[in-house]
C-alpha cells in the first residue's frame, strides 16, 4: 500500500518559491497519474497539477507559467515547484496517486502553504 507524505511548505512573502515535495512509501513507477490538489479556507479542494507515468503533464490556469510538477520515480517523489507566488495561492497542498485502473490509492495529509502580501 502506498503512502504519501507531503513536505515543504511554510510562509513566504508574494513573488517568492517553494518546492513541495510528496514522497511516497512504496514505489511510484506504477502509478499512472500523479497529481497536487490544493484547498483554500473555506473553498472547495481544485487540482493544480497532474503528471503521468510518461511526464505528461497538465496544469491548472491559475498555476500555468509559474508552477512545475516533475516526478523522479527512482527516489518515489513528486515535486512542485512554485515561483512567483501570490497571496491567493496560500492553501493546503496536498498529493495523491491513481493507478492504472483509474482509481486513487492514495492521499497525502498536505502541507500548508502561506503566502503573505
Known amino acids: 500500500q502506498v503512502q504519501l507524505v507531503e513536505s515543504g511548505g511554510g510562509l513566504v512573502q508574494a513573488g517568492g518559491s517553494l518546492r513541495l515535495s510528496c514522497a511516497a512509501s512504496g514505489t511510484i513507477f506504477s502509478m499512472k497519474v500523479m497529481a497536487w490538489y490544493r484547498q483554500a479556507p473555506g473553498k472547495q479542494r481544485e487540482l493544480v497539477a497532474s503528471?503521468?507515468?510518461?511526464?505528461?503533464?497538465n496544469y491548472a490556469d491559475f498555476v500555468k507559467g509559474r508552477f512545475t510538477i516533475s516526478r523522479d520515480n527512482a527516489k518515489n517523489t513528486v515535486y512542485l515547484q512554485m515561483n512567483n507566488l501570490k497571496p491567493e495561492d496560500t492553501a493546503v497542498y496536498s498529493c495523491n496517486a491513481e493507478n492504472y485502473r483509474g482509481v486513487v490509492i492514495a492521499w497525502g495529509e498536505g502541507t500548508s502553504v502561506t503566502v503573505s502580501s
Open positions: 503528471i503521468t507515468s510518461t511526464r505528461n503533464t
